[in-house]
């Protein structure tokens, strides 16, 4: 068994740096690296590119190294939650590449997988095709996406062995399991961390190979983005 | 009477055949849900990386570990499953998921959409919107026939930028239900006590008007 534990949060970050391009798992706010974006907004990084779904919002999550103006560039679906984004976006500061969610989920896996790009209908007659590779096939238009990959990633498991295997529960899955893949240095943080051997291989999500650093994390806020209920009749 | 946003669900739900897989999206088709017809078994999926969602949940008892794609928070049906965002898309793409409904700014006569952008002044995203339209036969949009100008968001070419091109299939507004045909929009039905002239009246893109245009039912 080849030990991915680190101790704490700060060797969990070495070796981050500025201008670094990172992947950040998470959907919204539900399954984000917390303990990781808390201590990354913490250090004196600039320049930084980041991957993910979406951006926080404007005190948590990565609205907090936005805050901050440490990030660059983001790559990301979904920005809508976020004001500091937006404005940041709309008077140029940051740089924004918006894609398809299907595109950013497959190309993190295809940039783990070793595929260095697939041809995908999503976006096709649409700015996102602009400047892409267009190529029929079934009678249908397809565009030529290119896998993404990354200096660190950044993600966030519900149970984890000292293996670096992971289980996520919920849909706190998202793109956590496929950033997993793509991060030259993936640091996998988890509310339950175990001795390898105790978690069942056949409910193992995300396997150890994919992860060279794992810790426990301090503590998990997970905020609720749209608390949504209905009343007992 | 044009119909409120319930109704326009409402009439959506009618569209659902049984033992599907349906992708709702944010808005007015999240409210489709609440109206699907009893003896129909429909299974919901959510792009985040759910398939067999259930209601809200109540009061204490949300999951921050559980929500759907408009980061809402649910629950789970028996038979539920849960995934990553690769095969979530897998589902769509693939065309597993058979029904898509979603909201939209613009629809032209050739079925194009737009509803992800409107330059220089709302830019969220288009979260898997293009993966969603790219990919199901059955594409249904449900919206208000006009913007709040009052203009038709029924065009005979999109002036936003673009979601998806050829796609839509069918449109449900609160005035009327058409179908996007070879030779452009074909009305199919109007609201209760609203009149084909009004509807014209409503809509930029020509419409193909064949015999008595009955109204919906309910």
């Known amino acids: 068994m080849i030990n991915k534990v680190v101790d704490n949060i700060e060797k969990a970050l070495d070796g981050v740096e500025g201008n670094m391009t990172f992947m950040v798992g998470g959907f919204g706010l539900s399954g984000i690296p917390e303990n990781a974006i808390d201590a990354l907004s913490k250090k004196d990084i600039f320049g930084l590119t ?41 008077s140029g500061e940051l740089e924004v590449n918006l894609i398809p969610q299907g595109s950013l989920a497959e190309r993190c896996r295809a940039g783990g997988a070793g595929i260095p790009a697939f041809f995908t209908p999503a976006g096709y007659g649409t700015e996102v095709a602009e400047g892409k590779e267009v190529r029929e096939y079934n009678g249908k238009l397809h565009i030529l996406e290119s896998a993404l990959t990354a200096d660190f990633a950044f993600v966030k498991a ?17 793109f956590n399991p496929l950033m997993a893949m793509a991060g030259k240095i993936t640091v996998a943080e988890v509310e339950e961390l175990v001795e390898a051997g105790e978690l069942d291989p056949n409910q193992i999500h995300t396997p ?11 503590k998990y806020e997970k905020r609720i983005e749209q608390r949504t209920v209905r009343t007992k009749e | 009477m044009a119909l409120d946003k319930n109704q326009i669900a409402q009439r959506i739900a009618q569209e659902l055949k049984h033992n599907t897989y349906v992708n709702l999206g944010i808005g007015i088709p999240t409210l489709v849900a609440n109206y699907i017809p009893r003896g129909i078994d429909i299974e919901f999926q959510s792009e985040n990386g759910v398939l067999g969602m259930g209601p809200f949940p109540f009061e204490g008892e ?11 928070t649910i629950t789970t049906l028996s038979g539920a499953v849960l995934f990553d965002s690769a095969t979530s898309f897998a589902m769509i793409r693939g065309k597993h998921v058979q029904i898509t409904v979603l909201g939209a700014m613009e629809v032209s006569e050739n079925g194009d959409i737009a509803n992800w952008k409107i330059p220089g002044k709302m830019v969220k995203g288009m979260g898997g919107a293009m993966d969603l339209v790219a ?41 009327a239900v ?19 002239e009004d509807i014209k009246n409503s809509t930029a893109a020509d419409l193909i008007i064949e015999g008595e245009i009955p109204e919906m039912k309910f």
């Not at chain 1, 984890?160 to 529960?169: E, R, S």
């Not at chain 1, 150890?208 to 810790?215: A, L, N, P, S």
Request: aromatic letters at 6%; hydrophobic letters at 40%.
């Open chain 1, 208 to 218: 150890g190979i994919f992860v060279q650093r794992i810790f426990q994390g301090e």
């Open chain 2, 62 to 72: 949300e999951d921050p570990d559980l929500i759907n794609a408009g980061k809402q």
């Open chain 1, 158 to 174: 519900w149970k984890g062995d000292t293996a670096g295997n992971l289980i996520f529960k919920g849909t706190a899955r998202n």
């Open chain 2, 178 to 196: 058409l179908e996007i045909t070879q030779n452009g929009f074909k009305l199919l039905e109007r609201a209760p006590g609203v009149s084909v």
């Open chain 1, 50 to 90: 980041c991957i993910s779904n979406n951006a926080g919002v404007d005190d948590f999550g990565l609205g907090l190294l936005l805050k901050r103006k440490q990030i660059k560039k983001m790559i990301s679906s979904y920005v809508g939650e976020n004001a500091e984004f937006e404005r940041q976006m709309l």
């Open chain 2, 135 to 175: 990919s199901a036969d059955n594409i249904i949009v449900a919206m208000m026939h006009t913007n709040r100008q009052g203009e038709s968001k029924i065009l005979k070419k999109c002036t936003l930028p673009i979601t998806g091109v050829n796609c839509v299939k069918k449109v449900v507004t609160n005035l």
